[in-house]
């Protein structure tokens, strides 16, 4: 027994963290109080880090995920889909709230101040950073541009890229 039990030890899987990277973050959501990498635990997530000024990727991808969600049979409590603001210049709490409910009002959307969303980026390996005009009020921002997929454990499965074919 004691060599078995070593064995398990010795021959676990590695711990795997919350998120992406493991690094700690805290958001407020658009459905009230704060999310954490804990709040990930629970029910599986597609997650997506985004901007609500995006021309294209961002209401693209939310379309898509509620799309896919209902398609599969799917409810809120099945399926969770989480929308991180990375422009919290623009993006205040209730201008996200209104944004994900366009799409459906179960969307979780997360936004935070410039150090909370750096460490929100930096949970899941995001990279973002203004581009075009920066100096008008219309800039736009460039971003990573994948639906990452959260197990009920809230720890990464894998990623679904833009546009990636089903």
């Not at 990930?40 to 509620?66: H, K, M, N, Q």
């Not at 799409?103 to 581009?131: H, M, R, W, Y």
Request: with cysteine; glycine share 10%.
């Amino acid at each position: 027994a004691a060599i078995g039990a070593t064995a398990l030890y010795m021959f676990r899987p590695p711990a795997r963290p919350l998120g992406v990277t493991g690094q700690q973050f805290a958001l407020a959501s658009s459905q009230g109080g704060d999310f954490t990498q804990n709040d990930l635990r629970g029910t599986p997530s597609l997650v997506f880090f985004g901007y609500t000024f995006c021309p294209d990727v961002c209401p693209t991808t939310l379309a898509e995920t509620t799309a896919w969600r209902a398609q599969l049979g799917l409810t809120p409590e099945d399926l969770r889909i989480i929308f991180v603001s990375v422009d919290p210049e623009r993006d205040t709490a209730e201008v996200v709230k209104d944004y994900v409910e366009g799409f459906d009002p179960s969307v979780i959307g997360l936004v935070g101040d410039e150090e909370q969303t750096a460490n929100a980026k930096a949970a899941f390996g995001v990279f973002s950073e203004k581009s075009g005009d920066v100096d008008s009020e219309f800039y736009l921002v460039d971003h990573t541009a994948l639906t990452f997929l959260i197990d009920a454990e809230g720890t990464f499965e894998g990623t679904i890229a833009y546009e990636e074919a089903g």
